[in-house]
């Protein structure tokens, strides 16, 4: 059932998925140029089939399992086979290799020396289970989540830390994926990350990166699952039927140049993670997913960070899913009632189950379809060396690109709004001037399927 809430992404005014549902808007659009409607792609039978096998009993027992193991603060033990950061690492990956299929289950691992809220030489462990792909293996995507957990001092390594929200449930979005598509054979690669040290100083994410990043990865995108368990505000009021998406702007690895080639041209709002989310939005948010993804055109929230932060940091493309509105007196406290009989601590009996089933929904309608199209075509340009009304893109032709469309957008429209089949080449001239209006170019496969967006810069 398509859930009234679900309606939220619709109400948008002039984006893609609005103007879906309320056609007469483009009309009213200015400029009016040429193309079709842009209508959202919706999950094939196949992509279906996989999302409605994710199992809310699965993920109740893995966030429960993570909190029996006491604590997993990053400095908690590691050899006790039944508390700490040991056990639960240990469990992650006997966990994720009963999968089977098509995983590849690794535990990388590196010692860190003493650094910010790291007092001693500590070892950092994540777990990574790997889907490689069929014809792209270099093209990764990565779905993550930590499974460090801490307490009101975040030094404190022996209290009980349950982390069942912050961040169990990015956890089990991670493995659930994992087991649902364990056997799936498409283009690209997709990892299944476990993380530590997040709440530390984002250290595993930062290994895994820099990994990736060493060994020459082409990663295309980035998905972080942190404190997403959750439906309900500090207030009690629900909203079970939205995610929020927190997507940075201009990428920090942009040089003084590269930024003021974006101001030039307007693009501070296209760069690759913009892209990547706005992808998100429409293959994320339908009725199969029963969720409405929430872009967010901000880093994070204040005061606070994640682990998206390293991927953007070393040039990949990221963004952050985080549930709808948060209650602080379940994160980053010491588990406790208040004299006011308020229950402190992040605990599993605050967790909505469900919810999280449909975050995984999320997470797996965009992995498979990042995964099953072609890549995002790669140096994009728009042609300004000359005063014309017309508008002349080239990009990088890929020969197992089955076709490719120019997409466009009113500058103030946040969402592409109009598509322009162009064919298989790599160069199309559209009747529209590049001045009123953005521009980008997709790659569509032979099964339909549509890449995230290039944006151009001036060439």
Known sequence: MLHAPMLAVFALLTTLVYAQSHPFLLQD???????????????????????????????????????????????????????????????????????????????????????????????????????????????????????????????????????ADDDGSGVAVSMELARVMATQELDATIIFAVVAGEEQGLYGSAFLADTLKNASANVQGMLDNDIVGSSTADDGTTDPFNIRMFVRGIPPTDSASEIADRVDIGGESDAPARQLARFAVEVGSNAVTNMSVQMIYRPDRYLRGGDQESFMNDGFPAVRFTEPHENFAHQHQDVRVGVDGVQFGDLPEFCDFDFISRVAKVNGAILWSLASAPATPQNVTLDSATLTNNSTLRWDQDASVDAYEVVWRPTEVPYWTHVIPVGRTGQATVELSKDNVYFGVRAVGANGLASPVGFPFSG
């Open 29 to 163: 659009i200015w400029p009016s140029g040429p193309g079709e409607a842009l209508v959202p792609q919706e999950p094939p039978a196949e992509l279906t089939a996989i999302l409605n096998s994710i199992s809310p009993a699965r993920i109740e027992s893995t966030i429960r399992t993570l909190v029996s193991f006491g604590t997993r603060h990053t400095l908690s033990n590691q050899t006790d086979p039944e508390r700490g950061i040991g056990a639960a690492r240990d469990w992650v990956a006997s966990e994720l290799r009963s999968y089977g299929g098509r995983l590849r289950v690794q535990v990388p691992s590196y010692i860190q020396p003493p650094a910010s809220r790291i007092p001693t030489a500590t070892n950092i462990s994540d777990i990574i289970a790997t889907l490689p792909g069929t014809t792209d293996p270099n093209r990764v995507y990565v779905v993550s989540g930590h499974y460090d957990s801490r307490v009101s001092d975040v030094m404190n390594f022996s209290d009980d830390a349950p982390g």
